[in-house]
DNA sequence: GAGAATATAAGTGTAATCACCTAGTAAATA
DNA sequence: TATTTACTAGGTGATTACACTTATATTCTC
């Protein structure tokens, strides 16, 4: 029996230790590379075509997205697994949107995770108990969300993402190499689209889980 | 040998799961114990007695601090390991003030937490690389902050609840019948005290979990 | 009573946010 | 092809936040 070959891509050094650890130490599985980056899981998937994928994206959920969909065209035998500290519907459904064939959050059990791996790996789908707890069918065909004024652009999430973080428009401007002007311009148009009038007011918003999926993207 | 008996008190099951498999798959190490709570976390420490807890105070690092606080009364002998995302100061110099031990963050390698317990557990203290490249120097003998250094007055919580609720300093000022003058002040002493940068970090750092209101940091 | 902590509030200045405007390019869509 | 949307980025001006200083009255504690 052949073991599945993985790809971890997870922000955490420990974190990603430890699974590594814990799934080389399972006969059945082989981690082949890991990386902190979405970005850089692209590139290694491309090389060396993993058959699954455990990509993080909790700290950078865009980032995980976009890397996501590049990584279906790069490499389309690799099954991508959603992986987040929140079960927020939206970013299940990016996630699925973007290519996924799982997702499974950080309260999810052990055994969950190995489900996972092993559901995708024979071609299925699987998202883990919380999540289907909260009612989300995997065999329905994906929503088509009607885009209204409270739907934010990726860029507009990013940035909204950077606020969050307590990053003042300047330092947002440096990071994601714009202007100061284009990042104010978004800011302006977060606060308008979602109806709050400062970013403090934006924060809490996001902050309470509700709140950021009903209104966020 | 005797194994070192380990209480993990970590509020994400994956996480908690999966250090608990590496640790007790290692013969020096033995996890007696595992909780999502802090303050479970007390009341088994006091009946277990383990010789080490890995304390994660990431989402709740008030419940944390008093905890490790606690936990000093009602198990003096165990030694209590802090753990968190990120290597802010202001936590890691708490949880010493609280009577940790040690301090590590999730950017830790595996290795350094297996150290950062051994070191614990022979009467030592330990920071990971991260912390210590941030100038914190275990060697050096806690500095007594200025007394409430890290606790806010009655007026300040009030006005960071303010704060939180999107609320302008002139507004405060309305709501609380005081100056403007005097809402700028207690802002800047609320963000001087909690070492935070903005009033955006600050309703990041109320946001996590709980919040700290309730313990009055 | 002396000292410390708290709450009050003034001044002064710098930096950041926010509102509103125009406007070009690129990509997707009708 | 024409239109829309997203992203970009400049200008202007008002408002707000933040840093730092000084100062007074009160209350609590040593």
Redesign the interface.
Known sequence: MEKIRILIAED????R???T??LN?DSRFSVVASCSDSGEAVEIAAVRKPEVVLMDINMMPLNGFEATAKLATVSPESKVIGLS?YSEMLFVKKMFSAGAKGY???????E??YEAILAVHAGGLFVCEEIRAQGFDITLPPVNEPANAFSLTNKEIQISQC????L?SKEIADKLNISIKTVEAHRHNILRKLQ??????L??LM?SKNGYVKYSF
Chains 1, 2 share one sequence.
């Open positions: 955490h050094k420990l974190i230790e430890t699974w650890f814990i130490n500290f499974i959050t950080k309260n999810s059990s052990r969950e995770m606020i969050r973080q307590g003042r709050v009038k400062n970013s403090i007011s924060v809490s902050n």
